[in-house]
């Protein structure tokens, strides 16, 4: 397993995969306060992907390091640091999982503890979100529940045009909520991609309901 942040042509492998990482996703609970039954709860959206990634930067060439892996915490720290203090976004991907998506980096804390000059530092990321989509989505929404009342919802799928810096795996999160194999391998399947890792800017796909992308029915 590797630890990748990739932008502008820079693809910074990090020198010693992290012995453990930990991210967040889920959804928003609000509490709703109802006379007489007190507070409920009730599912508000999404919330998106953050994470917390604990790296050691060695400035020494130890025989355990990543191969090709640079021997100057500093060229890690000006990438990142400069990465985390823009307003641009950055690709994370974590080889052997399904963390493949564009992130900002939130911060980047350092400290040095035994003399080695090696560097431990912490990034904390937050997944990035699509606003133009997520509007796009909303007036899709908003026009659906326009229906007369009976109306069955319709079983089409609904197409998506592909921009940069999207994934399969982004896309199923948005439309699905879901972003495992599962999910984007039967996206790609649906729309005849033989690599779900490869998608090009332009083109469009095909969205259908969760029901038909899995098989069962709607």
């Given amino acids: 397993m590797q630890v990748c942040f990739i932008r502008d042509g820079v693809s910074l492998v990090m020198p010693v995969t992290p012995e453990r990482y930990q991210w967040t996703s889920g959804k928003r609970i609000e509490t ?36 090709g892996a640079h021997v100057d915490p500093q060229y890690y720290l000006d990438y990142l640091t400069a990465w985390a203090t823009d307003e641009k976004t950055v690709r994370l991907v974590i ?9 900002y980096i939130e911060d980047v804390t350092q400290g040095e503890s035994d003399g080695t000059g090696d ?40 197409a998506y045009t592909i921009v940069s810096g999207d994934t399969l795996s982004m896309i199923c999160r948005r439309y699905y909520g879901k972003s495992t194999a599962k999910y984007y391998n039967a996206l790609a399947k649906y729309n005849g991609i ?11 796909i095909q969205i259908p309901s969760e029901a038909i992308l899995l098989g069962g029915s709607a």
């Avoid at 039954?37 to 992907?49: A, H, K, N, Q, S």
């Avoid at 699509?130 to 929404?141: F, S």
């Avoid at 033989?194 to 469009?204: F, R, V």
């Fill in 119 to 158: 560097r431990s530092i912490t990034v904390s990321v937050r997944e990035y979100c699509d606003l133009e989509a997520k509007e796009t989505e909303t007036a899709a929404g908003t026009q659906n529940s326009g229906r007369a009342a009976g109306a069955s919802p319709s079983k089409k799928a609904q």
């Fill in 194 to 204: 033989k690599n779900p890792h490869l998608i090009y800017p332009g083109a469009t």
């Fill in 32 to 67: 709703i306060n109802i006379n007489e039954l007190g507070d409920v709860y009730r599912p508000g959206g999404l919330t998106r992907f953050s994470g917390n990634f604990d790296f050691l930067l060695p400035a020494q060439d130890y025989p355990w390091i990543e191969a």
């Fill in 95 to 103: 080889t052997g999982t399904e963390i493949n998506t564009l992130v």
